[in-house]
């Protein structure tokens, strides 16, 4: 099975103690990524998968504002069943209350590949977007590499995006 580390990626947000606490109950392993641009939280993200390589297969990046309600053995099986895409790079996460499900909030990054990835894009500015740093980097990847970037289907749900529940969807 593979087995999954959790980083929750903050600027601030009130729900931070209820995402901690969320993964806490699901007995998670994480550590908080706090007050980075987007981009340099990618980038510290990679740099934590190459260093938990040994332990971990997965990254689960986790925004502030996500309550994950899957268990966490729901997400490493998974995430086994991710892995058998061995190009598979990124794929993202379901999440309930995201306007479009799938692009706000969640990415799981191998962590085999964290190292050699962060390489090609340290030096590289993806902030021409702002807001989608995230997701231009891993276009980047998409193009420029061999490794692929999946969407989760929804056959599993994540957890809760809070910053969307308000709003109508």
Same mark, same amino acid.
């Given at each position: 099975?593979?087995?999954? @580390?959790?980083?929750?990626?903050?600027? !601030?947000? +009130?729900?931070?103690?209820?995402? +901690?606490?969320?993964?806490?109950?699901?007995?998670?392993?994480?550590?908080?990524?706090?007050?980075?641009?987007?981009?340099?939280?990618?980038?510290?993200?990679?740099?934590?998968? @190459?260093?938990?390589?040994?332990?971990?297969?997965?990254?689960?990046?986790?925004?502030?504002?996500?309550?994950?309600?899957?268990?966490?053995?729901?997400?490493?099986?998974?995430?086994?069943?991710?892995?058998?895409?061995?190009?598979?790079?990124?794929?993202?996460?379901?999440?309930?209350?995201?306007?479009? !499900? @799938?692009?706000?909030?969640?990415?799981?990054?191998?962590?085999?590949?964290?190292?050699?990835?962060?390489?090609?894009?340290?030096?590289?500015?993806?902030? $021409?977007?702002? !807001?989608?740093?995230?997701?231009?980097?891993?276009?980047?990847?998409?193009?420029?590499?061999?490794?692929? $970037?999946?969407?989760?289907?929804?056959?599993?749900? $994540?957890?809760?995006?809070?910053?969307?529940?308000?709003?109508?969807?």
């Amino acid at each position: 099975m593979s087995k999954v @580390y959790a980083v929750v990626r903050t600027i !601030g947000e +009130i729900s931070l103690d209820d995402c +901690i606490g969320a993964l806490k109950v699901h007995n998670i392993p994480y550590e908080i990524v706090e007050g980075l641009s987007l981009q340099n939280a990618v980038k510290k993200i990679l740099r934590i998968g @190459y260093e938990k390589q040994e332990e971990y297969d997965w990254i689960m990046v986790v925004d502030a504002d996500i309550i994950v309600t899957a268990s966490k053995e729901e997400i490493e099986k998974h995430c086994e069943k991710m892995s058998e895409n061995k190009d598979l790079f990124v794929f993202t996460g379901w999440l309930l209350g995201t306007k479009i !499900g @799938y692009r706000d909030g969640m990415h799981f990054y191998r962590t085999k590949y964290c190292d050699e990835i962060f390489n090609k894009i340290k030096y590289l500015d993806f902030s $021409f977007h702002k !807001g989608r740093e995230e997701s231009e980097i891993c276009n980047y990847v998409v193009n420029n590499t061999k490794y692929k $970037f999946e969407v989760s289907d929804k056959k599993l749900c $994540f957890g809760v995006h809070l910053r969307y529940v308000n709003e109508k969807i």
